[in-house]
């Protein structure tokens, strides 16, 4: 008998086959970034780093790259605030309205971006918002705050509401409540939406396809447009790129998370 | 004892909740310096008491003064009372040093003035090797000194003190109940405990305020509410008791008497009782441990003979459930050093106890 | 004394939990602080989300005409029906393809061993996280005419001519499952996760097989997960835009790509508000049936924290 329940070989047979389905293809673009060819293809006398230095010493590029780092960040720092606040009132006052709150902030999770660019389209053309810096990064700071509100929560789940009441029982008010027992205590909450946060602007398209056209170009952006005119071996090496980033930046989501009591 | 004692006062709280209304009515009056603790079983509404006072939850009806000043609407940061919570919410971020400094630094006090404040704190719970650790490094006990140390640092005018022992083991608590008590005497504060753990109510408390669905049922000196409970609740609920009732037959001279059955108990009066009237039903308690073992010939005020139904040892003592003829089962405390029987299932008793060992009671209100 | 202790015991006393975490006051005053804090994010979601929605909704009532005309296409044209047809078509074989693979690989993380499962997970995290253009690119780089497989199976001798492998349904189907899959692992985890491992024991201690006790007692148990699993993946199908618009080609348009189209190339404001629109509404029906069947919180829960 003893022993836990284990899958069989049959399971992790077909387990095996579908996660090799979800990275393979992925992996595939390492091999092609690293072709000596001229166009798309795998690697067929020598390895090559021409592509990558194609993407590096390009104007257009490093260009997209910067202004796609400039917005997340700057997206990003509004998601973070807005989200971090809002999901600590929700959590403290904790009644049906702040659960619709809540529901709200969801919002941008659940409802296509494709529908939200329609409607910004118009209205930031109104608010002369178009093709601005930040334009894109309302944009893609408001639909980050789910992001953070999510992983805050979850973080707050954990916090004893007995340490905010022996905090305002000492003579804390909010502000010192917030800094000094709340906040360093949902930190790595806070960081983990932070980190989804910038990776949400970074890959964003759908938005900025619609209200960015030539003053703003992001990384996405120029990455559509070459899958969409000349698919060249360029493309795959700022596509490994993009991957190492997300990568390092999920490594480091997981560091924080194990160091989380 | 010090002047740094202040005196609290409630005047007819009621909290609901919706249509349940957890404290109803509640009036108490706490002295300066006094150890008061809310007693009651879960559900009394003794928390939500505690929390009133606090600041955190906002009595719906009545009023909260300190030293006769109204601060029911002040909110918890600005009264400046300590508070001791049930699992003590230490912060487990911060150092044991900095969890006692905390409401120093909320109080923008200088390095200096905050370091000796700390240490004197840490001192008097004897925790001064400690300060570095983290809260999660120590054992329950000490976690327990350092919320107080961080409760008192600030000089609080009051301390508060939520199920303070219960997350301790039963021999470790008996411990911190006599540091508690000393505590109590050394600082000179007024402190408000809350428990539903009557045995560290008597032995903490200089008074104690039993409470049952969110009523104040009787309030007192711990020895005055143990010989005199005024409800069958209270009488229950402090320690155990037999209960009988009969109908009052006559009443003269500081005595009365009532029968159940064919048996005749005399019952003095207490003081400041009023006498039944006769043909009334009166309900009396009699603590185990009052009930004496009589041989053949002794005699007492009540007698009545009886046979053990069950018996279990108890260290201390031998319990034993006595049948009787007319007043169903007794419970007697016999001491085990020198018993005078040795119990056995079945053993004829003559049992025996003076009028004033019971105490006439109320039937508590439905 | 100990009977009164006994009947107290320290079991959890409800309505001292209420007063312990009541909040301060009963009135809005005494909150303030704490509403203040929500504040900033209201504002953001009022003005910068909520109001470009409601102006979605206005245009597809008021252009070319005030009136219900866009709606009417609903029943009339022709290319509209289709386009949702292919939409509920490629969203539904999207869902049960990305459940099936993904119920195969929660199953294996849930019962793995903590020290497996942390790769396991990973592997489901990472793909999660990697931009969907990247995904999307390497598809095509795999799938099109000249394409990895299609070279490959060409130089081996098996095919003479390049399969059509993308820039068709069948192209978009294989990209959005590889998409989707993530999604309809993480639900499923948070579920099975509740699954107690001592019943699967005890099952096969009873003499039950694994197919058994798959069947009888792991299956039903992680229905709820399935479920959500469900309707996180068929919702974010419906208005996927990315993924069938790089693989589709432009031959073959979903509801978001058809949304762009009449928008940005044809300028037909009101058409694509309208389809915007009923999006939106068949994806808020798809939830509000199936909240009586599961904790929506717990998709969306799900959902986020990957």
């Known amino acids: 008998m003893g022993g836990a329940h284990r899958p069989g070989p049959f399971a992790t047979g077909l387990a095996w086959a579908v996660a090799l389905y979800l990275l393979l293809p992925i992996s595939i673009i390492i091999p092609v970034s690293l072709t000596d060819q001229r166009f798309l293809s795998l690697p067929v006398e020598a390895l090559s780093l021409r592509h990558y230095g194609t993407v590096v010493s390009s104007p257009e590029w490093l260009d997209a790259i910067w202004q796609s780092f400039w917005i997340a960040v700057a997206s990003t720092l509004l998601a973070v605030v807005a989200g971090t606040l809002c999901a600590i009132g929700c959590w403290r006052i904790s009644r049906r309205s702040t659960d619709l709150v809540r529901a ?23 608010l002369d918002l178009l093709d601005r810096f930040l334009g894109v990064t309302l944009a893609h700071g408001v639909t980050g705050i789910p992001y953070v509100v999510i992983t805050v929560s979850t973080a707050l789940a954990a916090f004893d509401p007995r340490l905010e009441q022996a905090a305002r029982s000492m003579g804390a008010g909010l502000a010192q409540t917030l800094r000094w027992v709340i906040l360093p205590r949902i930190m790595p909450g806070i960081v983990s939406g932070a980190i989804f946060a910038f990776i949400h ?3 964003e398209l759908v938005i900025v396809l619609f209200i960015a056209s030539r003053d703003v170009f992001t990384l996405p952006r120029r990455i559509w447009n070459g899958i969409n005119e000349n698919l060249d071996p360029a493309m795959a090496a700022v596509a490994v790129l993009l991957v190492i980033f997300t ?7 997981q560091l924080l998370r194990k160091r989380r009591p | 004892m010090s002047t740094a004692g202040h005196a609290l006062g409630l005047r007819g709280i009621t909290r609901r909740y919706g249509n349940f209304t957890a404290v109803e ?24 008491i505690l929390m009133c006072i606090a600041g955190f939850v906002a009595p719906s ?9 109204d601060i029911t609407g002040l909110p918890p940061e600005r009264r400046n009372f300590g508070m001791v919570f049930q699992g003590y919410a230490l912060f487990p971020h911060m150092t044991v040093a900095e969890n006692v400094a905390f409401p120093l630094r909320v109080r923008k006090l200088g390095a200096a003035e905050r370091e000796a404040k700390v240490r004197a704190a840490l001192d008097l719970v004897q925790l001064t090797r400690f300060a570095d650790r983290r809260p999660a490094q120590l054992s329950g006990g000490q976690q327990q000194r350092v919320a107080l140390a961080r409760a008192l640092v600030f000089d609080p005018s009051l301390l508060l003190l939520d199920e303070p022992l219960s997350a301790l083991d039963k021999k470790l608590r008996a411990e911190l109940q006599e540091e508690l008590k000393a505590l109590h005497r050394r600082v000179g504060r007024t402190f408000v405990n809350v428990t539903h753990d009557q045995e560290e109510a008597l032995s903490l408390s200089d008074r ?16 005055a509410l143990y010989e005199r409970p005024r409800t069958r609740f209270v009488a229950d609920f402090l320690g155990k008791s037999n209960f009988l009732q009969g109908t009052v037959r006559q009443a003269a001279q500081g005595r009365f008497s009532i029968t159940i059955g064919n048996t005749q108990l005399v019952q003095a009066l207490p003081a400041g009782a009023a006498e039944p009237a006769v043909g009334a039903l009166a309900l009396l308690s009699l603590r185990p441990e009052k009930i004496g073992l009589l041989d053949d010939t002794a005699s007492a005020d009540n007698v009545v003979k009886g046979r053990i139904v069950t018996w279990s040892y108890a260290g201390a003592g031998y319990t034993v459930t006595v049948h009787t003829a007319d007043l169903g089962s007794l419970q007697v405390t016999l001491p085990t050093w020198r018993a005078p029987i040795a119990p056995a299932e079945g053993l004829p008793l003559r049992l025996g106890w003076s009028a004033d060992a019971s105490v006439p009671v109320e039937e508590d209100a439905a | 004394m100990q009977r009164a202790s006994a009947r107290l015991g320290f079991r959890p006393d409800p309505v001292a939990r209420e007063a312990r975490r009541a909040p301060v006051g009963q009135g809005f005053r005494r909150d303030a602080g704490w509403w203040a804090l929500i504040l900033p994010a209201v504002l953001l979601m009022t003005v910068f989300y909520l109001a470009p929605m409601v102006q979605v909704l206005a245009i597809s009532l008021t252009e070319p005409q005030p009136g219900l005309g866009n709606y009417e296409r609903l029943f009339t044209s022709e290319s509209v029906q289709r386009v949702i047809g292919t939409t509920l078509r490629i969203c539904v074989t999207t869902t049960v393809v990305a459940l099936l693979l993904g119920y195969v690989l929660a199953y294996k993380i849930t019962l793995s061993t903590p020290g497996v499962r942390r790769w396991w997970v990973l592997a489901v995290l990472v793909p999660l996280w990697i931009s969907v253009l990247v995904r999307a690119f390497a598809w095509v780089t795999l799938l099109r005419r000249q394409g990895l497989v299609n070279e490959t199976l060409m130089a081996g001798g098996l095919i003479t001519e390049p399969l059509p492998l993308v820039w068709n349904e069948f192209g978009i189907v294989i990209g959005m499952v590889h998409y989707m899959v993530p999604y309809a692992v993480l639900p499923m985890l948070a579920s ?6 001592r019943l699967l024991s005890a099952a096969r201690g009873l003499g039950a097989s694994r197919l058994t006790v798959f069947r009888r007692v792991f299956l039903p148990l992680s229905r709820p997960g399935l479920i959500a699993a469900g309707v996180l993946v068929f919702i974010f199908s419906l208005g996927f835009y990315v993924t069938p618009a790089i693989l589709g080609g432009g031959k073959t348009l979903m509801v978001a790509e058809w949304i762009k189209l009449q928008i940005l190339d044809l300028l037909r404001w009101g058409l694509g508000a309208m389809m915007a629109t009923m999006l939106v509404v068949a994806i808020l029906i798809t939830l509000a049936i199936f909240s009586r069947m599961v904790d929506l919180r717990r998709i969306f829960g799900a959902g986020g924290t990957a």
């Open chain 1, 247 to 253: 990568v390092l930046l999920l490594l480091l989501d």
């Open chain 2, 61 to 69: 009806e009545g009023a909260i003064l300190l030293d006769g000043r």
């Open chain 2, 25 to 48: 009515d509640v009036s108490l009056s706490v002295g300066s310096g006094e150890f008061l603790t809310l007693l009651g079983p879960s559900g009394s509404g003794k928390t939500t």
């Open chain 1, 104 to 126: 709200l902030m969801l919002l941008p999770l659940i409802i296509p971006s494709i529908v939200y660019a329609v409607g910004l389209y118009r209205y930031f053309a109104k």
């Open chain 1, 201 to 203: 602007s970074w890959d």
């Open chain 2, 208 to 223: 104690v305020a039993i409470l049952n669905h969110g009523r104040l049922v009787q309030e007192g000196p711990p020895a």
């Open chain 3, 192 to 197: 099975m996760g509740e699954i107690d491992p």
